[in-house]
């Protein structure tokens, strides 16, 4: 069944770090003292697609489709703009969360994952006409637009769980922006975007993520395992 309302995503991070963090017998504490010593942090590439060079294209459109070496130019340009807009998130992410005095690690795909400390990753995500979730999907290095960015924050103690499955549709599977599920069990926090927003956007949003963890954590230190 595919998701067509953002009911479970919440408009503010702390209620997300409040459900994934919290151990069962954790309980709020208003007067407890706030813990000195912040856990490790680590920061996973949120995930983003790219059109391919050998992507079909709509053939039946008034202008002719582009040479093999202008689709290739287009696929590198696009593969170029994704990666500095996962780059922008993961380095504003580790700066903001060091400026606030954490130890913050980025963890790039095939990096081990660390069994300790907390870890925040999440997705670049579009909604569709259809009112559909589909992992956002660059198509070239001016692409534009809005999406959004969903993001969750993980008790490294703990087993992960799939942010989302791909929907099981005909010619879903394998593709750039694929139509997907959210999990229902894992707490998402969304945040809007341009494809192409300013370096102060993603400053801004990492900040924003920062402040609430840290919150958060001064309320209930015993949130997270050290």
Not at 37 to 61: C, E, H, M, W
Not at 202 to 216: C, G, M, W
């Amino acid at each position: 069944m595919l998701v067509k309302t953002v009911h479970f995503v919440p408009p503010s991070l702390a209620v997300v770090l409040a459900a994934a963090l919290f151990m069962p017998d954790a309980k709020l504490a208003a007067t407890g003292a706030a813990s000195t010593a912040k856990p490790a942090v680590y920061v996973s590439d949120f995930d983003l697609d790219v059109v391919p060079a050998n992507a079909d294209r709509n053939t039946s459109t008034a202008t002719s489709p582009p040479t093999p070496q202008a689709a290739a130019k287009q696929a590198e340009e696009a593969r170029k703009q994704a990666s500095r807009l996962v780059d922008r998130m993961a380095a504003n992410l580790v700066l903001a969360l060091q400026k606030a005095g954490y130890t913050a690690v980025r963890l790039r795909p095939g990096d081990a994952r660390p069994d300790h400390g907390l870890r925040i990753r999440g997705l670049f995500a579009e909604v569709d006409a259809q009112n559909h979730w589909r992992r956002a999907v660059i198509r070239g290095g001016s692409d534009s637009g809005k999406i959004q960015m969903l993001v969750t924050v993980a008790n490294l103690t703990k087993p992960d769980q799939a942010l989302y499955e791909i929907a099981h549709l005909p010619d879903n599977e394998n593709r750039p922006g694929a139509v997907i599920t959210l999990s229902p069990y894992v707490p998402l926090a969304k945040f809007d975007l341009e494809k192409d927003a300013p370096e102060e956007a993603f400053q801004k949003t990492a900040a924003r993520i920062v402040s609430d963890l840290t919150a958060l954590l001064n309320v209930n230190p015993a949130a997270v395992s050290q």
